[in-house]
């Protein structure tokens, strides 16, 4: 079956416009990971379109939290705009959302260009300026925030928002595997993990980001934000909700939810 990649994009996009679920594309049709991709990069395309710049890029489901709280149980790489991003201390609108959640990211920025194949996560260190903490807010456009792998991959792995914390360390000043992250929900401890949640080492999980965009010839460029994914299971965002993510050597980055839901 051919697949119409505008119109799918056109369909996600119309999603997020409207802040209105939609159904997932595989109940429509069969969708396989490299038509998804190219989903995902024309959903892009309509971003940059309207002005949106380039930032950086996410991984999603790199943590078992993740994907057992997802049902689906490989990592996906989807893009960031400057448009997504919150100022520290700025709420998240959920008006502006469809039905958001939030999770705690362990975030690097880069300095140097990295191209795929063969990186390795002692590449991504060195081409690493600082890490530090940050929240994600994913708001999938499907119903019920149900999808397949393939699905995800073309809503942009479910991205809408994300907010950087200010306290910044160099990649090789402590053990990124060991750095421990406190996920609290209005008051309450929500989850407790570690950067090795995340692949092993977070930044293993960057290498992978790199080695993927090198086979659609893209690479990890100096400058960009990366969202290494999620630590934990995310948390429903309702009015007034609010979510902290305290880590070990970078301070706490906290987020509260404001606006009616749809
Ligand atoms: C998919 C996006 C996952 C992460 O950090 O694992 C993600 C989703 O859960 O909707 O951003
Ligand atoms: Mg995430």
């Known amino acids: 079956m051919s697949i119409d990649i505008e119109r799918w994009a056109q369909y996600l996009d119309d999603a997020v416009q409207r802040r209105s679920e939609v159904?997932?594309?595989?109940?429509?049709?069969?969708?396989?990971?490299?038509?998804?991709?190219?989903?995902?990069e024309a959903g892009l395309e309509l971003r940059v379109g309207r002005g949106e710049r380039i930032v950086?890029?996410?991984?999603?489901?790199?943590?078992?939290?993740?994907?057992?709280?997802?049902?689906?149980?490989e990592p996906c790489y989807g893009w960031l705009t400057d448009a997504m991003q919150l100022p520290l201390e700025a709420p998240a609108q959920l008006d502006q959302l469809i039905h958001a959640r939030s999770e705690p990211e362990l975030v690097f920025r880069?300095?140097?260009d990295l191209a795929g194949p063969g990186v390795t996560a002692h590449d991504v260190l060195d081409?690493?300026?600082?890490?530090?903490?940050?929240?994600?807010?994913?708001?999938s456009r499907y119903e019920a925030f149900k999808f397949t792998l393939a699905d995800v991959?073309?809503?942009n792995t479910s991205?809408?928002?994300?907010?950087?914390?200010?306290?910044?360390?160099?990649?090789?000043?402590?053990?990124?595997?060991l750095l421990g992250c406190l996920?609290?929900?209005?008051?309450?401890?929500?989850?407790?993990?570690?950067?090795?949640?995340?692949?092993?080492?977070?930044?293993?999980?960057?290498?992978?980001?790199?080695?993927?965009?090198?086979?659609?010839?893209?690479?990890?460029?100096a400058g960009w934000t990366i969202l290494a994914g999620g630590l934990c299971s995310a948390v429903h965002l309702h009015p007034g909700t609010h979510v902290i993510a305290t880590y070990?050597?970078?301070?706490?980055?906290?987020?509260?939810?404001?606006g009616e839901r749809r």
């Open 23 to 40: 159904e997932a594309i595989t109940k429509h049709q069969d969708l396989g990971l490299e038509h998804a991709y190219a989903i995902q």
């Open 56 to 73: 950086g890029a996410k991984l999603g489901l790199t943590s078992k939290a993740k994907q057992k709280q997802m049902n689906v149980d």
């Open 110 to 112: 880069m300095k140097a």
């Open 127 to 139: 081409a690493t300026a600082a890490v530090c903490g940050g929240l994600e807010v994913i708001d």
């Open 153 to 155: 991959v073309a809503d």
């Open 159 to 177: 991205a809408a928002r994300f907010v950087l914390g200010n306290r910044r360390i160099g990649p090789d000043d402590q053990d990124l595997a």
């Open 183 to 221: 996920f609290e929900v209005d008051g309450e401890i929500a989850a407790t993990a570690t950067g090795a949640a995340l692949l092993g080492h977070p930044a293993e999980a960057v290498a992978q980001l790199a080695n993927h965009l090198g086979r659609r010839g893209r690479k990890i460029e």
């Open 248 to 258: 070990a050597h970078l301070g706490s980055v906290g987020l509260r939810a404001e």
